[in-house]
């Protein structure tokens, strides 16, 4: 889908500051995992007068479900993106809000590409660093699946996390607290499984 400005924040202001990638986007090798956790702020907040709000209803009233993931600023966020493969699929998790957690599924529609908003100076995303000829932020595209037939809390998930980390269940490991700052994580298949079994509980 063509690029033009998403009112949305992927990521939070933590997401700054990692270390730089090794790899260029070309040198792409077979993804370590299959699925995902993708964050993004379903309240208003304003940066730059701009409103960052982009929750997983606003993915849903897009065109054709879909939108550009765009603002991460985490080398290792962005890494875990360009590692992405068209099909793949990711929960929408709501993040700084009053109760953040798990809403919904997404899909990746479209891989690795670079980001605009890093270009534009009015953005709140603009990297002055960023040249077009060698950008250094990708996103990815994402279309809407479905909602979770409950919403999954981030209090259940860290008692769960808490309690498999004694017990050496699948939770043991969940990026959503081992990277807990990343605004894209990875999501083990056995975690994938596990957290969508919450629906039935």
């Not at 309240?43 to 603002?71: H, M, N, Y």
């Not at 993106?81 to 899909?107: D, L, T, V, W």
């Not at 529609?109 to 077009?132: L, M, R």
Request: glycine share 6%.
């Amino acid at each position: 889908m063509p690029p033009k400005r998403r009112q949305k924040a992927s990521v939070k202001s933590d997401d700054f500051g990692a270390s730089k990638p090794k790899k260029k986007k070309d040198e792409k090798e077979t993804p370590e995992y299959s699925h995902w956790l993708m964050k993004s702020e379903p309240e208003s907040r304003f940066a730059k007068g701009i409103d960052v709000k982009f929750g997983i209803e606003d993915l849903k009233s897009e065109p054709k479900q879909t939108a550009c993931w765009d603002g991460v600023r985490n080398y290792q966020a962005r890494n875990y993106m360009q590692s992405m493969r068209q099909g793949q699929q990711g929960f929408f998790y709501h993040s700084n809000c009053k109760e953040p957690g798990i809403a919904g599924i997404i899909k990746i529609v479209k891989e690795g590409y670079p980001d605009h908003t890093q270009f534009d100076s009015k953005d709140p995303h603009y990297d002055s660093s960023a040249k077009p000829d060698n950008p250094r932020w990708f996103m990815v595209d994402v279309q809407y699946i479905r909602m979770l037939k409950k919403f999954i809390p981030l209090s259940q998930l860290k008692v769960l996390h808490l309690k498999h980390k004694g017990s050496g269940g699948p939770l043991q490991k969940l990026a959503l607290f081992t990277q807990a700052r990343l605004s894209v994580q990875p999501i083990r298949k056995e975690e994938w499984d596990f957290i969508l079994s919450l629906e039935e509980d």
